[in-house]
């Protein structure tokens, strides 16, 4: 039988005016982002629609505007067309959002707790000091041999193994340059490397010390059973137990996301249409790598705007 996933973005989804088009055409739209905004203590809405960009990039506001607005276009698909998943999974922020739908974390808890996330990790490096980079074009096996040879100039780590061609790797800013360039010069196969405009190396072990500040925050709220099959970025595995929750997630602020295996999972076991709710289509080019090296065709959408959630419907 055919199932169904919603995926949820991460950090760098972000735009301004995203989710515009539902604001004044759903009530429940905006009344998410109300609920979010008496949490928080700012008006949430009006910097995600008529802010700048660069209020916007501000990590600590980043993190709940897109965990915010993901919810909000859930709502409305629910609310307008009852469509439901078998499996959720995010990247990385993408993963509160998931839990948030399976009921596992509260939805106000889990804005505060994305914004005190978003606050840790950018505090937990200095500016400058930081980077991240994607390579497309090699496999996760073929820079995990590359980076082998970049030491001495600190560390560097693939914290994103996102599809069969393309891995993030993030650390020490020279320590990523001098990798990036090592498997330009290197490598067989022409590839792209660009660096990220962020300066915390998310999902390295240079955030691992940030993670017990971030456990003191998170222990600070409940987790619920799961009514949903959440995939987890730490093990690519769905959760079996809410005992696990806490953990993955603290895990995660210094482990690899594993996309790619979360993305075989669901498909391996009978996933064939994916829907990706709030900004963008990065997870949807993602995943039909994926399934393109598994020879599996499915069905990837995703809603954003009026244009994209009338697709839906047909």
């Not at 916007?56 to 276009?73: D, F, G, H, K, Y």
């Not at 996933?271 to 990837?300: H, N, Q, W, Y």
Request: aromatic share 8%.
């Amino acid at each position: 039988m055919a199932k169904r996933a919603f995926i949820f973005p991460g950090q760098g989804a972000q735009y301004v005016g995203m989710g515009r088009d539902f604001v004044e055409r759903f009530p429940v739209f905006s009344e998410v982002f109300e609920e979010a905004s008496e949490r928080l203590g700012f008006d949430l809405l009006k910097t995600v629609m008529d802010g700048t960009a660069e209020d916007l990039m501000r990590t600590e506001v980043t993190q709940p505007a897109l965990l915010t607005v993901s919810t909000a276009i859930l709502k409305v698909i629910s609310q307008e067309t009852g469509l439901s998943c078998d499996f959720a999974a995010g990247l990385s922020l993408g993963e509160y959002t998931a839990l948030v739908h399976a009921g596992a974390l509260d939805f106000a808890d889990a804005v505060v707790i994305a914004k005190e996330r978003g606050r840790i990790m950018q505090e937990a490096v200095p500016e400058g000091v930081g980077a991240m980079a994607p390579v497309v074009g090699l496999s996760y096996d073929e820079v995990a041999e590359f980076i082998k040879e970049i030491k001495g100039l600190g560390v560097v780590e693939i914290s994103n193994f996102n599809s069969p061609s393309q891995v993030v790797v993030s650390g020490n800013i020279e320590a990523v340059q001098a990798a990036v360039d090592f498997i330009k010069k290197n490598a067989k196969t022409r590839i792209k490397a660009l660096f990220l405009p962020v300066s915390a190396p998310f999902h390295t072990s240079l955030l691992r010390e940030a993670s017990k500040e971030f456990e003191k925050i998170l222990n600070n709220y409940s987790v619920f059973e799961l009514n949903k099959t959440v995939v987890s970025n730490v093990t690519g595995l769905p959760y079996t137990d809410i005992s696990e929750v806490k953990p993955a997630l603290i895990k995660q602020f210094y482990s690899t996301v594993l996309w790619k295996p979360s993305v075989e999972f669901m498909i391996a076991n009978g996933v064939t249409d994916f829907v990706e709710i709030g900004p963008g289509t990065s997870l949807s080019g993602l995943v039909r790598k994926t399934a393109a090296a598994m020879d599996k065709e499915v069905r990837i959408r995703n809603v954003e705007n009026m244009e994209t959630f009338k697709n839906l419907e047909s």
